[in-house]
Every structure is written in structure tokens, then in C-alpha cells.
């Protein structure tokens, strides 16, 4: 029993971790939406609430599995943080969804949307344990916005309610090389 368990999970984990790569041309039109992610190094700084401290962030988008999923990866190197993800069709909402899981075991989901040149991330993420702090809810609202300068350029602004009312966060300026399907 514990070696078919152990055969399933070991495909679960291929199916995700080896997924055959398309190009933007092959993007399933229902995430369009997305183009303007896709296939670049997208580089920012993320700076502490405060100011007091900086850290490079990489993220990328790739369409997979034949344009039926874009995966995306978010990296910030010094502070040991990163967040894999994938955005797919929702037949039954009929709008983008997201689902992602970071290095701390955080997970969100959600939906995505598009508003001229502002690309938009909105659901809930969650805390595998209730933080230390009480005032600080496990799982809370975010909205996550990238709003397009150019075809390289963008302005990532967090939106979240976890300390009770909605409040900014971060605001990170990417800017983007084109990068071979992600890589």
C-alpha cells in the first residue's frame, strides 16, 4: 500500500515539476490576460514597510502544459522566500484562478483579472499556524495589482487585511529581459 502511495505521489510530483513548455503564441485564450507576463526575467526591489531594508525579488511566468496553465515562480534570495504558483481556466467560475504555495508553507488562491494595463491578483492566503502575534489573522483578504509602465516595466502593489481594515503593503518597480520561455 505505502509503495502505490508513494508511485502517485511520485507522478503528482512530475505532472508539476516537469511541465512541458509553451510558447506565448500557444496561450489558451482564456488567459490572454496573462501575455504580458510571460517569458521574462522580471527584476525589483522590495523594500521593508519602513524603508530600513531592501531585497532583490525575480519573478517569472510560463506557459505550460500546452497553454492550459501558466506557472509562475516569485524569488527573494536573502530573505529565503519563495513562491511557486499556477494560473489556469476555472470553467465553473468561466474567469482566471490562481493557486500558489510558498516556502513557509503559505498557500493562496484565487482569481485573476485584467483592466487596461493593470493586471490584477485577488483571494485569500493562509498561514499554516496561527502567527504569534493574536492581532494578526491565520487567513486573510489580498489584492495584488502589476500595472504596466511599458512592455518591460511594471509596478507590483499589495493590498492586504490582516491586521483587521484593508491596508497597503509592498510596492515593488520590476523591470524585465526577455528570458527563453522562463527560464
Known amino acids: 500500500m505505502q509503495a502505490?502511495?508513494?508511485f502517485f505521489l511520485g507522478i503528482i510530483l512530475a505532472a508539476i515539476l516537469i511541465p512541458c513548455a509553451a510558447s506565448a503564441g500557444?496561450?489558451?485564450e482564456n488567459l490572454k490576460i496573462i501575455e504580458p507576463l510571460l517569458n521574462k526575467k522580471w527584476v525589483g526591489e522590495l523594500k521593508a514597510p519602513d524603508g530600513s531594508a531592501a531585497w532583490e525579488t525575480v519573478c517569472q511566468y510560463q506557459a505550460v502544459w500546452n497553454g492550459k496553465v501558466v506557472k509562475f515562480t516569485r524569488t527573494?534570495?536573502?530573505r529565503d522566500s519563495f513562491e511557486e504558483g499556477f494560473i489556469f481556466w476555472d470553467d465553473i467560475a468561466k474567469k482566471p484562478a490562481f493557486f500558489s504555495i510558498h516556502s513557509k508553507a503559505i498557500f493562496s488562491n484565487g482569481f485573476v483579472a485584467a483592466d487596461k494595463n493593470v493586471i490584477s491578483?485577488?483571494?485569500?492566503m493562509t498561514w499554516p499556524a496561527p502567527p504569534p502575534?493574536?492581532?494578526i489573522k491565520q487567513s486573510y483578504d489580498f489584492k495584488q495589482t502589476f500595472e504596466f509602465i511599458?512592455?518591460?516595466e511594471m509596478v507590483d502593489k499589495w493590498f492586504q487585511n490582516a491586521f483587521g481594515p484593508w491596508r497597503p503593503g509592498h510596492v515593488v518597480n520590476f523591470k524585465a529581459s526577455v528570458s527563453n520561455k522562463g527560464n
Open 4 to 6: 502505490s502511495k508513494t
Open 26 to 28: 500557444d496561450l489558451d
Open 76 to 78: 527573494t534570495a536573502e
Open 121 to 124: 491578483f485577488e483571494g485569500k
Open 133 to 135: 502575534n493574536p492581532d
Open 150 to 152: 511599458s512592455a518591460t
